[in-house]
């Protein structure tokens, strides 16, 4: 959504019960009877979880990519005739996809079901400083004033409350919640209050359930009846979902004239709102329109959303992406999977790499594991099975922060001590050669890492009382933003680690390539 601009082999799904094989069956009195089988609402094979998750990433680009010509170009009526697809090598981070590589980032940084609103403000400022528009512009501005969501998504607030910014972002939330429907609509919830309210939020809640759903019910009618029983009768998107479905089953109505009577509903004649493009219902219904009218056909549905106009390359994204996990990359057309490269460029989110659409989708999968590891999953044999749970935010407001500062005693090993005008002391802690150590102890139960991101950065790999928590990449790709080359931030955060046991801990950093990494300063707490 960009104002005023052109620019495996799939496997059966099924939901089952499984019994753990180390779980003894227990002995229980005839007039007691416990049935000692543990029963799950989700079972994945963990190569169809990527297929599927691939193949979204892979599709939104192309429905993103191919909606952009012709965006806000079809109101009045719909494209006459198709519209061409434009696949390449190289995509780009246009705000479809940009925002969720940005909150990709952020789990990784925090913790899958870490991440506070104090955070969700942090990386909004390092990452996400323009490229946006409507409601997430709003929201930015709300944050550069010191506000915190939900304040940031609030009617009261944000004037720009109901614009579609929310449900072009949300899909990761469904991605790292595989079948767990219930999981990804609340998640999405609390995130998406930093930028919308309302309705707005009620739409953006029900794509990320619907994503998460399709991967255990690939037909999209099916799946879209399920995720509207998580709503209430007051819900304006159940009552658009209902009104979809309603017109599918009238075997008189096309896509057209469903376009034609969801137009006049929420467009034409929406009373109380001004005629809005960027409108939350009208986009929603017309990706729910291309998903009930495609026949679960891949280019079907996205030739409808492509051609249904409005925000059409958002609707296009959305649409494509839930296509993709239905089918998996192997059920994508292959005339178009030949054409399409799998290098994703970061242009404008700034301390944040270039990636790949193979490996972003690795990384979503390994959070959507981490996510179903802390709801209780059961991983064996490769087959990932789960119950669908609540979301519930944590709140780390009490932790007191601590710092040792770079030229602090207690930190040792072969970093060098360096000057840098930007870090928080003028001074960090420097590494350019591959297996160089940071050594230091702390007493607390978090710990946090602030560096500098920069082009041609290394890598590192932190070590908590010799359990390893993780790769931390600090290269950056060049990146424009507000008229100017972002080559590297200082000061970041890029790695905290909550639920540590409160007492003294062995930390080691190790630089694992010959290239430079900057350390500002450590953090570290306990709760008050």
């Known amino acids: 959504m960009k104002i005023g601009r052109i620019a495996l082999l799939c496997l059966p799904l099924l939901l089952s019960s499984c019994r753990r094989n180390d779980t003894p069956t227990p002995v229980n009195p005839p007039d007691n009877p416990v049935d000692p089988t543990p029963t799950y609402d989700v079972v994945i094979n963990e190569e169809e979880y990527y297929d599927k998750t691939l193949g979204a990433i892979t599709a939104a680009l192309w429905g993103n990519f191919s909606g952009l010509p012709t965006e806000f170009k079809f109101i009045t009526a719909p494209s006459s005739e198709e519209l061409p697809w434009l696949v390449s090598e190289t995509y780009s981070t246009d705000d479809d996809t940009s925002l969720e590589y940005v ?18 403000v942090r990386e909004w400022k390092d990452h996400i400083r323009d490229y946006i528009w409507v409601g997430n512009e709003s929201a930015k501005k709300l944050m550069d004033q010191g506000y915190l969501p939900p304040d940031t998504g609030s009617k009261k607030y944000n004037p720009n409350y109901r614009a579609i910014d929310a449900q072009i972002e949300c899909e990761v939330f469904g991605l790292i919640a595989p079948g767990m429907k219930t999981n990804a609509k609340e998640r999405c919830e609390w995130w998406m209050a930093s930028v919308c309210d309302g309705e707005a939020k009620d739409c953006a809640s029900f794509y990320s359930a619907l994503c998460a759903e399709l991967y255990i019910e690939p037909n999209a009618i099916k799946a879209i009846e399920n995720v509207m029983e998580l709503y209430d009768d007051t819900s304006n998107a159940k009552a658009i979902a209902s009104k979809v479905l309603s017109l599918r089953e009238n075997e008189k109505i096309t896509w057209l004239g469903a376009r034609q009577k969801l137009y006049e509903d929420y467009y034409l004649y929406n009373p109380g709102r001004k005629q809005d493009t960027l409108d939350c219902e009208i986009n929603f219904s017309m990706v729910l329109m291309a998903l009930a009218f495609g026949n679960n056909d891949f280019k079907e549905t996205g030739q409808i959303a492509l051609r249904a106009g409005f925000d059409n390359d958002c609707n296009a994204a959305t649409a494509c992406m839930m296509m993709g996990i239905a089918l998996g990359y192997e059920g994508l057309p292959e005339d178009l999977k030949e054409k399409s490269g799998t290098t994703y460029t970061n242009t404008n989110r700034p301390g944040l790499p270039n990636d790949t659409t193979t490996n972003w989708s690795e990384r979503i ?38 710092i040792y500062e770079a030229s602090n005693e207690a930190l040792n090993g072969d970093f060098q001590l360096i000057y840098n005008p ?29 560096a500098q991101t920069a082009i041609e950065s290394g890598s590192f790999e932190i070590f908590v009382d010799e359990t390893s928590y993780g790769i931390i990449n600090l290269d950056q790709s060049e990146t424009i933003t507000l008229g100017q080359n972002i080559d590297h931030i200082s000061n970041t955060l890029v790695k905290r680690i909550y639920h540590l046991e409160n007492k003294e801990h062995n930390v080691k950093i190790v630089n694992l390539m010959d290239s430079t990494i900057e350390i500002d300063h450590i953090g570290y707490g306990t709760a008050e």
């Open 422 to 450: 930007e870090f928080s002391s003028k001074y960090g802690l420097a590494s350019d050669t591959k297996n160089e150590e940071l050594t230091f102890t702390f007493s607390g139960e978090m710990l946090s890492i602030y």
């Open 103 to 120: 909150f990709t980032h952020t789990m990784e940084t925090y913790g899958v079901n870490d991440v506070t609103y104090t955070d969700i």
């Open 365 to 402: 999968c390994k959070l959507g594991k981490q996510n179903m590891l802390e709801n209780k999953a059961l991983i064996e044999n490769k087959e990932i099975k789960v119950n669908d749970a609540n979301y519930i935010s944590n709140d780390y407001s009490t932790f007191n922060e601590e």
